[in-house]
């Protein structure tokens, strides 16, 4: 048996329901690994001591019926949980610790995970290199000074740095399928309204979706079966019979039409992801797939839409963290001096920087030029999609135009820091379901990733043509453990 | 309307004429939250009624009551408007300590509820006042300031509650208007039950916008809007006081600025709150937590085959079926209680008197004692066995007042106080001419002052033979016999 904290989810679910190991076993042995890669800085808060009485209670009372049998699994610290912080990777939020759980962890819970701890991000989600969160920024296992991509950075490094066996992020323009690029892993972003979004702080909430984050596409499918759920707490919430993801797991994919669309092939693509796209084209022919050229001829706008939309509702959705109710307060002489100080201190740069672009956009005299100007567009993304969709099962593209870059490289340049999510940001506006996985590595040996986008509720179809893909590819992650401290 | 009951405001050979348009904020009648599960229950102890999703947790998510929705459909229908099938929840943004998501959720641009209009029953005749909208909103907490010196407390208890939004147009034109408009939107919206209008509780309020022009112009002045106004009486004083203040302000040959305004109830005047230049920018966006509302049109059915009788409605039945005054159909119909309890009486009596009683001596006493109809001293029932006891003769109307005066002490039966204290009317013929006999007797000097033509005496001679049956004697029988007696 190889080393526990390698083995995927499929692999330590198998050894526990074949009793080969215990939960406690297993969970001591992240903890252990954890213990010696706090270099990585992945976790906020752990929740080590509680999971191990956990896992010894489930050991002594096992159901072995449940779909993760005595699991650990660390998530992103956007995720409210009862009695353990949740900061957001914020200041704002440096002490809240909530009274509930989100409906997404209440999910993996109820199948009998075991929560490791919460794992680092961007503040607010806000970032696409996990550099903008209170509790600096993580390290990519992939190599030393690199962003492990964001915001759900210390998720898809956790995931990497086999912290915890899959986890789950949240994805409002790539931070989920950015990170699982940037690190050679899994990470799917579900059609809006799959997870509900109750008890997950908010970003931004036309946008905002839950997701696996995962070794391998079997593991995602096991994953998402258990976290998508129609939950009446979320009013956005979709109320649609979901698969069994994982038992519905095929490499059959012979005559799926997968449509490539030229406007993805951007102006200063590097070589190597223009190779990698080429050859994922060739492997989905060996599979039997069709490949067909389509158009989405809006997608140019759908970067600027996103950074109007986005920004918009989350000046709103921050309002409330106004140091009167729970959270950092920095006290004042009036109520204006507090929310004033409040605010300066407990936030980052990069959230007042959107809060500032969210209230411009919102304002009157403003609105229409912006915010209705960028729901209109986002209609147009829309449809392009659903043009292309009547002619295609799924679209293949790259999941970033780039691979993971230094820390500290792009800070100072939010336009560039932007541009990560150029392909993954129409897929949240148009509210499909995409997913990235590992597909080569470039002259670095960094990993770069490749993007399966499907249609409403066809999770299972993206799925499966990442099985199909990901057996031909044979990724290995090249990882070195070089963090590794005794 | 005629012209002398127009109220315009006098200034040296010019006359002013005052518009007034209303926002009513009227608290819908349901038992937990717009969007959250907490009780709506009036008083309780500070932040007891206080969700996660009414504090604004991190994470929360609102998620519509549909209850409240089928409110507002229903105070749509009542006021006879149409009931738009989508519509939009937006957030309006600002901050203050008691509005924990630092957004109200409310409808901007596309409200439950559009135009209608409610029909004022002004003394000289009817006067139909525009609605322009009815839209669904999120009432926010209380902040209290004088309980500690150093901090203002915030109560959550409100935050969140449902609030309809009623705007009428500007067709207000005298704190009149405004006082019976008030009364009639609370009339239909307690018949309906969906909004107890009281106005104690705050569950009523109103933001009353003034302007004002010179009679006879057809453009409207520059308007300003006096906020969260909640009696009738102050909103009387405040349109009075701000449409002198603006006269004034024009005499002066000054302009009018758009503002927000507050209305100093001790000093009986408004005061500038803030400039149109300081209004808040509530960047008003659709809260992308909510779906557009849709409703079905079978949902608006079912809602219109519950709607009981308006008092539009009930007023034309009462005045067609009991030959009721309008007047008098108006007085009963204005408040629901009012007209159950109306209709409980004539049940087993006569409408006419059963009318004159309620409007006479029950709304009297009620006055008096400051009670509403639901807390009358005197049951329906009770009050209706009385009527009956005048109607057949066993007691005079005025020996009723007295028997009613002791039926409300703990809503007594007339039947027994009448056998009781022996009230019963005399109606023998016999008995009767015995006392006017009586009578004639011992005033021998008035019965000639009568014969020789002072006829005014007769009623004289009416009061000494009802005096002398101690009051139980029967006045037709009475005046019958003196007649005969008299002139015969």
Request: glycine content about 6%.
């Amino acid at each position: 048996m190889s080393d526990i904290t390698s083995q995927s989810l499929f692999e330590l679910t198998s050894n526990i329901k074949e009793k080969k190991l215990s939960s406690e076993e297993i969970t001591k042995a992240f903890i252990s690994r954890a213990e010696k890669s706090k270099k990585l800085n992945v976790y906020v808060t752990d929740n080590f001591e509680k999971a191990i009485d956990q896992s010894k209670k489930f050991d002594s009372n096992p159901n072995l019926d449940s779909k993760l049998p005595g699991i650990p699994i660390a998530v992103k610290d956007l995720f409210c949980t009862n009695g353990v912080r949740t900061t957001a990777g914020s200041k704002i939020l440096n002490n809240f610790v909530p009274t509930y759980e989100s409906t997404v962890t209440q999910n993996l819970w109820s199948q009998g995970a075991i929560l490791l701890g919460k794992l680092n991000c961007d503040e607010f989600a806000m970032g696409s290199s996990n550099e903008t969160s209170f509790f600096g920024n993580v390290q990519n296992p992939v190599g030393e000074n690199l962003v492990p991509g964001g915001s759900s950075g210390g998720s898809s490094a956790a995931v990497a740095a086999n912290l915890t066996p899959v986890t789950i992020g949240t994805d409002t323009g790539g931070s989920i399928r950015q990170p699982a690029s940037f690190t050679g892993t899994v990470g799917l972003k579900p059609t809006y309204g799959s997870c509900s979004r109750y008890g997950i702080v908010a970003f931004a909430s036309s946008l905002d979706q839950a997701g696996p984050m995962t070794k391998n596409v079997r593991d995602c499918s096991m994953l998402l079966e258990v976290i998508s759920s129609f939950d009446q707490k979320d009013s956005t919430s979709i109320d649609y019979k979901r698969n069994y993801y994982s038992k519905e797991l095929s490499k059959d994919i012979k005559g799926k039409k997968i449509g490539i669309p030229k406007e993805y092939r951007v102006d200063n693509m590097p070589d190597e992801i223009e190779q990698l796209w080429k050859n994922g084209i060739s492997y989905a022919k060996d599979c039997g797939a069709e490949i067909i050229d389509i158009s989405l001829p809006h997608t140019n706008y759908a970067l600027p839409t996103y950074y109007i939309v986005a920004p918009a509702e989350a000046s709103s959705n921050l309002a409330r963290y106004d140091g009167v109710k729970y959270g950092f307060r920095s006290p004042g002489q009036n109520l204006i001096e507090m929310y004033e100080k409040t605010r300066s201190e407990g936030f980052g740069d990069e959230v007042k920087r959107r809060i500032m672009i969210g209230t411009y956009v919102l304002s009157s005299g403003y609105y229409d030029a912006y915010y209705l100007k960028a729901q209109k567009v986002r209609q147009l993304i829309k449809k392009d999609f659903d043009d292309a969709f009547s002619k295609v099962d799924a679209i293949l593209t790259p999941s970033t135009p780039s691979s993971a870059f230094k820390i500290g490289e792009k800070t100072n340049d939010p336009v560039s820091m932007y541009l990560n999510d150029i392909f993954t940001v129409p897929i949240n506006l148009a509210g499909l379901p995409g997913i990235s996985i590992p597909a080569g590595k470039d002259k670095n040996n960094y990993p770069l990733g490749l993007q399966v986008i499907g249609k409403p509720f066809d999770e299972q179809n993206i799925l499966n043509i990442s099985y199909a893909l990901e057996d031909k590819i044979n990724f290995k992650n090249d990882i070195s453990d070089w963090w590794l401290s005794e | 309307m005629s012209k002398n009951s127009e109220y315009l405001i006098e200034r040296e050979n010019k006359q002013y004429e005052v518009i007034i348009g209303l926002e009513v904020h009227a608290q819908v009648t349901s038992e937990s939250k717009l969007f959250s599960q907490s009780s709506t229950k009036f008083g309780a102890e500070p932040n007891t009624q206080v969700s996660l999703v009414d504090a604004a947790f991190p994470g929360m998510l609102p998620v519509i009551n549909e209850f409240c929705i089928e409110q507002a459909i229903k105070t749509g229908i009542g006021l006879k408007a149409k009931i738009n099938k989508k519509s939009v929840f937006d957030r309006k943004n600002y901050f203050y300590a008691d509005l924990p998501q630092g957004y109200q959720i409310s409808q901007y641009k596309y409200p439950i509820v559009g135009e209608g209009k409610v029909i004022l029953d002004m003394p000289n005749g009817q006067k139909e006042i525009g609605i322009e909208r009815l839209h669904l909103e999120q009432d926010a907490g209380k902040s209290i300031h004088d309980i500690d010196p150093n901090n203002t407390l915030v109560d959550l208890n409100r935050s969140g509650v449902a609030l309809m939004e009623i705007v009428s147009k500007p067709d207000l034109r005298s704190p009149d208007e405004v006082n019976v408009y008030i009364k009639k939107l609370r009339s239909i919206m307690r018949y309906l039950g969906t909004c107890d209008g009281n106005m104690q509780e705050g569950s009523l309020r109103a933001d009353v916008n003034v302007s004002v022009r010179l009679k006879g112009e057809t453009e409207f002045g520059t308007r300003c809007e006096i906020k969260n106004v909640n009696s009738i009486k102050f909103m009387q004083m405040a349109i009075i006081s701000e449409a002198n203040r603006q006269i004034d302000l024009l005499e002066e040959g000054k302009e009018i600025d758009q503002e927000t305004r507050l209305f100093d109830t001790k000093r009986n005047e408004t005061r500038s709150m803030r400039s149109k230049e300081d209004a808040h920018d509530y960047r008003y966006f659709p809260d992308p937590d909510l779906l557009p509302l849709e409703i079905s049109q079978e949902l608006i059915e079912k809602i219109k085959s519950d709607i009981p009788e308006l008092p539009d409605e009930k007023k034309k039945r009462f005045i067609d079926k009991f030959n009721l005054s309008p007047y008098e159909a108006t007085i009963l119909v204005s408040d629901i209680e009012t007209s159950n309890f109306f209709e409980e009486v004539i049940k087993n009596s006569d409408v006419k008197l059963a009318t004159n009683w309620i409007t006479g001596e029950l709304f009297a006493v009620l006055n008096e004692k400051n009670l509403e109809i639901s807390q009358s001293p005197v049951s329906a029932k009770n009050l209706s066995k009385l009527i009956n006891l005048i109607k057949d003769g066993t007691i005079s109307g005025k020996i009723a007042k007295t028997v009613f005066e002791q039926m409300i002490d703990g809503d007594q039966d007339p039947l027994i106080i009448v056998k009781e204290k022996g009230l019963k009317q005399e109606s023998d013929p016999k008995a009767i001419e015995e006392l006017i006999n009586k009578v004639i007797e011992n005033n021998s000097d008035k019965v000639a002052e009568y014969k020789s033509g002072k006829d005014k005496l007769f009623g004289f001679f009416v009061g000494q033979a009802m005096k002398e049956s101690k009051g139980k004697g029967n006045p037709q029988l009475i005046n019958k016999i003196l007649k005969e007696k008299l002139n015969g």
